[in-house]
């Protein structure tokens, strides 16, 4: 996809401290980042080489799961903590299973909303909104949303890699409960989230601290609080004859398990479930 010309720094956007949406875009391999993103990602990136495959297992991850959930009985998307424009974004994987399918991209990041917007323009089954995950009684009411998404009919959430930028006493859980509560019988959630279970102590210590110095701080979360947002939901199966679990993002819908256990999906753990 061609992008139209996006304002460099717009306002609300601080190049000087590095921000998820774009340290991700740069392990993406993309170009909607600054040099304060690029130095940041390449410290970490000593301690952590497998920083892009993490970064594309968890992005595979998503389109798989985006993809799957629009062969069901979903005609629409909300995704939270979209990030930067990035090869297969949401609408585009969605809407080669159906054309008419809606979706509704959120983030916080102004730079997503300046990139998103021309990218969008005169798109009528797409949008994208500015709001803060944090706070869903203003994100669900958002007029931009509502407008496109009838909360009688099944939607697909999409929450991933977005989860672990909620700290505890935000309650991440419940804000994901709080979500599902808004929609219909039927919705599917696709979640991923890092985690350090598998992972080197030192590597860890260097993500959490980049991101310290970072607009977000990261949250590495065991399996056992990844399963819970899943909690009364029904975890589907993430490949045929397989059991229905929380797996590493590479797992999820793979062709070749092999291949898929990377390193780099070790840093994740994911699942798709449906609402009964
Ligand atoms: C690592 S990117 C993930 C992008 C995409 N979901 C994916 O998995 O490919 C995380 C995104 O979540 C956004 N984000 C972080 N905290 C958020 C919040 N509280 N509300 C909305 N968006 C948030 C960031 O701005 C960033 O664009």
Redesign the pocket.
């Given at each position: 996809m061609t992008e139209a010309s996006a304002p460099s720094v717009p306002p609300g956007v601080d190049p000087n401290v590095p921000?998820?949406?774009r340290l991700?875009d740069y392990y993406l391999g993309g170009t909607h980042n600054y040099p304060v993103d690029r130095e940041a990602a390449e410290q970490i990136r000593k301690l952590i080489p497998e920083l892009s495959d993490a970064a594309w297992a968890?992005?595979g991850f998503?389109q798989r799961a985006a993809r799957w959930i629009a062969l069901q009985d979903v005609r629409q998307f909300i995704?939270?903590?979209?990030?930067?424009p990035?090869v297969g974004n949401t609408h585009e994987v969605v809407q080669r299973v159906d054309p008419a399918m809606r979706v509704v991209y959120?983030?916080?990041?102004p730079l997503?909303l300046a990139h998103s917007a021309p990218l969008l323009a005169g798109q009528r089954r797409t949008r994208a909104i500015q709001?803060?995950?944090?706070k869903p009684d203003q994100l669900l009411s958002h007029p931009d949303l509502t407008g496109l998404i009838d909360f009688s009919q099944p939607t697909g959430l999409?929450m991933?890699?977005?989860m672990h930028?909620?700290a505890d006493s935000d309650d991440p859980q419940g804000l994901v409960a709080r979500y599902l509560a808004a929609l219909a019988p039927g919705s599917y959630l696709a979640l991923?989230h890092v985690t350090n279970e598998k992972t080197p102590p030192a590597s860890v210590a260097a993500a959490e601290a980049l991101y310290a110095k970072a607009s977000?701080q990261l949250y590495f979360r065991p399996r056992a609080d990844v399963q819970r947002f899943f909690d009364g939901l029904e975890l589907i199966s993430p490949c045929p004859n397989t059991a229905a679990e929380v797996v590493h993002t590479g797992d999820w819908g793979a062709e070749d398990p092999e291949l898929a256990d990377s390193d780099g999906s070790r840093w994740s753990w994911c699942g798709v479930a449906r609402k009964s």
């Open positions: 921000a998820p949406a991700y968890n992005r998503h995704d939270i903590g979209s990030g930067l990035t959120v983030d916080h990041d997503v709001a803060d995950l944090r999409m991933t890699w977005v930028f909620v991923s977000e």
